[in-house]
């Protein structure tokens, strides 16, 4: 069985080339709710995630709220023109749902939300913040903000979780998955003695998670808890959970949530070039973070590719760091052969300067 599912896992690893996923978002905190694993679990199931337009997305917030944070709710007291008093709920402070969306390509990706825009192109990663009007260079995999990628949608388990756990074939019902049908495989490993271990529930005929549960060893207490509900077969001929839902807990008790619901989405068809091309306008600032030294400044003109602009910094720094500072192997290996040169000269005369009468 083991083999089996190390074949399934490879093909889905290797099946995607390219991705444009446009989903909803949410996140949010827990803190006068008392919500254990099991609770949180059922208090999803009476929730109807998919939902597509604005007005759902609106009514999906306020049943989160009501459910798990309803100190965000405020009642507050109307007068009428009869001059009867009434109470009306109106939201303070409401989660709200974002649009987003997630291109990828080969190793290019773009993940556009209301706030920032992530784009990912070679060795860059570029930040753009339209509220800011400016746009910030990293080294890729330097960029200390977080964005949902691929591996967030589709987690597929690696074969590396067979080197130590016990696979049991169970029933979905024994594992409080109230989304699932048919039977299970349950893989139990430990991948941190000193800290985690886990658990994870795969469908029998996909392979694929439907649950992940991440243990404390000493207290056996929930640490993190993933769901992965829905599946739909999207264009492109690929298996993905629409809904996607990671929850923290500490002391068994249920404190952060982060969710999203895909919208609509399509694999493997091909993408423009220009899908992952950043634009800039006249006058955004630009911050040069590649390098332990930051530098700033501001577009006099519209930018048409963002990404090219910081390599060309990049290329023209070098240049001038190479120049100040003498250090190019060209020049560095002509200065070597000129001393050789002077060095055998001055052997060569002090020869000849001997040898004459």
């Not at 809904?243 to 493997?268: G, H, M, P, Y």
């Not at 240049?319 to 050789?340: D, I």
Request: glycine share 6%.
């Amino acid at each position: 069985m083991q083999s089996a599912l190390t074949a399934q896992w490879a093909g889905y690893q290797s099946e995607i080339v390219s991705a444009e996923i446009e989903y909803t978002s949410l996140h949010f905190q827990i803190k006068s709710q008392i919500f254990t694993p099991e609770q949180f679990q059922a208090a999803l199931a009476k929730i109807d995630f998919l939902r597509t337009d604005d007005a759902d997305r609106a009514l999906l917030a306020r049943q989160l709220m009501q459910t798990f944070c309803p100190e965000r709710l405020e009642a507050k007291e109307s007068v009428s023109s009869e001059g009867v008093k009434s109470q009306a709920v109106a939201a303070t402070s409401p989660l709200s749902p974002q649009r987003r969306k997630l291109l990828l390509q080969g190793r290019e990706r773009r993940c556009t939300t209301p706030q920032m825009e992530h784009v990912l192109t070679e060795d860059l990663h570029l930040l753009a913040a339209p509220s800011n009007s400016d746009v910030k260079a990293f080294r890729r995999g330097n960029c200390p903000y977080w964005f949902e990628g691929l591996e967030w949608f589709r987690t597929v388990p690696h074969e590396v979780l067979f080197k130590s756990c016990q696979l049991n074939r169970v029933a979905a019902t024994q594992a409080a998955l109230p989304h699932s049908s048919g039977d299970l495989w349950r893989l139990d490993y430990v991948e941190k003695p000193e800290t985690h271990g886990s658990r994870v529930f795969l469908d029998v005929g996909d392979g694929l998670p439907r649950r992940w549960e991440l243990v404390s060893p000493q207290s056996g207490n929930m640490v993190r808890l993933e769901l992965y509900h829905d599946y739909v077969t999207f264009p492109g001929n690929v298996l993905c959970p629409t809904v996607r839902v990671e929850a923290d807990f500490k002391q068994n008790k249920a404190t952060s949530v982060q969710l999203t619901v895909i919208e609509q989405a399509k694999f493997n068809q091909p993408l423009s070039a220009d899908a992952f091309r950043l634009t800039a306008a006249k006058g955004w600032g630009w911050f040069d973070w590649q390098e332990p030294d930051h530098h700033s400044g501001v577009w006099p003109q519209a930018v048409a590719d963002v990404a090219a602009f910081f390599r060309n910094r990049t290329r023209s720094v070098a240049l001038t760091q190479e120049a100040s500072t003498g250090s190019s192997p060209v020049r560095s290996w002509r200065s070597l052969l000129l001393l050789l040169n002077g060095g055998v000269l001055v052997v060569v005369g002090i020869v000849l300067w001997r040898r004459s009468p």
